[in-house]
């Protein structure tokens, strides 16, 4: 069954049910939560998969950062991972940083972390958010702004089932286990249906849902696609001046007759950079002492973090949602 799109949580619950998703380990477990579990994965599913409800509430989050984000010191790194924290923190999310996962000022430490990794059940238990390294248009913070988007419409009981997404799973074909933070929040666009079809749940579908269930697909509402950014958007600004900066946006994508088209492509892999840091012993694998494996740390070193100087970075009067500030290229 290909791009799972579901009309409502009536329909989602049906699927949670019928694929068998429920809790793998029961210690500590108030068992009296597992329905309402079920069913709020069910509502939070069909609101990802509601275009108009969804893009108001990553609205709402973008004016809760920029309002965050004025108010930093121009020499405050990573203002942006900053403001994620900031947001999230009411909700009862942090963000990981440096090599203590907490919310406080820092570069967010780097993840690229695949379904069934010790270190991913190590990050939802603690209600953290991460910087992605999956890949660019997987996007390095689109989990974050995907999981405060749904904060906002559903308040603190999304982190306590955020906590959960690697304990609830599913048995798929091949003897394949599914999480349910995979069929919740991370699954393939349908350009990408030959990574989602890898995985068949018990009633036939695929990990591929052409909606905000996908990573990729937020990405593209915000950076892939347009023209410019999103109008009166901080958030999608950002984002777009980021990429752009960092040579990840092309704009040179041609048609089949070799013309020029008004449209941008997200390119290039940010973990490159971070690849490097592996020969420096900066990443570690924490089910195999000695080993690199594919889902690992990297480490920001405190004291090797560079000062921020304020007239090292442009800074551009801005306005979004009614407040006037400025926007730093530097972060």
């Known amino acids: 069954m290909a791009n799972t799109v579901f009309a409502d949580a009536v329909t989602a619950e049906r699927s949670l049910r019928d694929n068998g998703f429920k809790p793998h380990d029961h210690t500590g477990l108030d068992e009296t939560l597992i329905d309402g579990d079920l069913k709020l994965a069910a509502q939070i599913a069909a609101f990802l998969c509601n275009k108009s409800q969804f893009e108001a509430q990553l609205r709402i989050v973008s004016e809760a950062m920029w309002k965050r984000y004025v108010t930093l010191d121009v020499n405050e790194r990573n203002k942006f991972t900053r403001v994620i924290a900031l947001v999230a923190e009411p909700y009862g999310f942090r963000v990981s940083t440096r090599l203590a996962p907490d919310h406080a000022r820092g570069a967010a430490m780097q993840l690229k972390l695949i379904a069934g990794d010790p270190e991913l059940g190590y990050m939802l238990r603690n209600k953290l958010f991460w910087k992605d390294s999956m890949h660019n248009r997987h996007g390095e913070y689109t989990h974050a ?27 798929a074909a091949e003897r394949k286990t599914v999480f349910l933070w995979q069929w919740l929040a991370d699954c393939f666009p349908s350009d990408m249906h030959a990574d989602a079809a890898g995985t068949v749940l018990k009633n036939g579908e695929t990990l591929e849902s052409q909606s905000y269930r996908s990573p990729q697909v937020i990405t593209d509402y915000l950076v892939r696609g347009l023209k410019g950014p999103l109008k009166n958007h901080f958030v999608s600004s950002f984002l777009c001046m980021r990429y752009d900066k960092r040579g990840w946006i092309s704009a040179a994508t041609k048609d089949k007759e070799g013309n020029k088209l008004p449209m941008r492509k997200l390119q290039g892999d940010s973990k490159g950079s971070a690849e490097a840091k592996k020969a420096d012993g900066q990443w570690s694998n924490s089910t195999r002492p000695g080993e690199t494996g594919k889902a690992r740390w990297v480490r920001d070193v405190a004291h090797d973090a560079a000062a921020v100087v304020a007239s090292s970075h442009k800074t551009y009067a801005k306005s979004f949602h009614g407040l006037d500030g400025n926007l730093y290229e530097g972060g």
């Open 145 to 171: 702004l995907q999981w405060l988007s749904i904060a906002s419409k559903f308040g603190r009981p999304a982190a306590r089932l955020y906590a959960q997404l690697g304990n609830y799973r599913a048995n």
